[in-house]
């Protein structure tokens, strides 16, 4: 029995030991909620989950919006780099361009490159004619809107927003649009560096011009450009 006892009280130092010896991590936490409204949880969860519902739909519409745009890239891009792999080329490889433009690659081919013409002539007009068309019929939509806003001020202040949209928009498109039919039926009728000096103008142009535009025609934006360097300027005296 001496001995059974003293076995016993071993085996309680051993795990009063241990106790104080071991790992002290949390193994979770119990969230209690908002301290003092916990009999408006049940309440309080319903806005709370609508605008998280909210939340997660919104951003899930425009990720599969982006994904869709992204899928029709793909799909119009993907077939000409076969398109271009099905060519016999005459051992150049100097491309005339500042980029691998589709056509400044097809043009070294000594094969017939009539199919890689009009395959690209009609990727850029559904791609960029559809956009063209989707952006008219919503600025239709949205100039109908305009037009029955009660106030003349919130009229022209709409006005002013779309038509800073409208200056950007044509910045990119026309050049985009003028470079793809040029490149493919003004070959022989315009010099080279025409076509070169086009393409790079609708990619790097309308990025640039982006920020002068909407801070010429946003007030606010106008006036916090203004502040910004102005105290820069100060700040270099």
């Known amino acids: 029995v001496r001995a059974l006892k003293e076995i016993m009280a071993l085996l309680s130092a051993n795990s009063t030991a241990a106790a104080n010896n071991s790992d002290t991590r949390m193994a979770g936490c119990l969230l209690i909620g908002i301290p003092g409204l916990q009999h408006l949880h049940v309440w ?21 919006i982006v994904a869709a745009t992204l ?10 780099i076969f398109l271009l792999k099905r060519l016999h080329y005459c051992r150049i490889n100097i491309i005339e361009h500042t980029f691998c433009e589709h056509m400044g690659i097809a043009q070294l081919s000594c094969s017939d490159i009539s199919f890689n013409v009009w395959y ?18 919503s600025y239709i939509h949205i ?5 029955h806003l009660p106030s003349r001020d919130a009229r022209s202040k709409a006005l002013s927003t779309c038509s800073s949209h409208v200056c950007v928009i044509l910045l990119f498109y026309i050049p ?27 990619v790097v142009i309308p990025p640039m011009l982006n920020p002068i535009v909407y801070g010429v025609r946003t007030k606010q934006i106008l006036e916090g450009a203004k502040q910004m360097f102005s105290s820069l300027a100060k700040k270099s005296k």
């Open 143 to 147: 100039l109908q809107a305009v037009f």
């Open 120 to 137: 690209g002539l009609a990727a850029a007009l559904l791609s960029t004619g559809l956009d063209i068309i989707l952006i008219a019929v």
């Open 176 to 202: 985009a649009l003028f470079s793809v039919f040029t490149y493919r039926f003004g070959g022989k009728r315009l010099p080279r560096y025409v076509h070169i000096l086009l393409a790079n103008l609708y």
């Open 71 to 80: 899928t029709r890239s793909f799909i119009i891009m993907v077939p000409s």
């Open 44 to 64: 309080l969860s319903i806005p709370f989950c609508t605008m998280y519902v909210a939340a997660l739909a919104g951003n899930g519409i425009l990720i599969c």
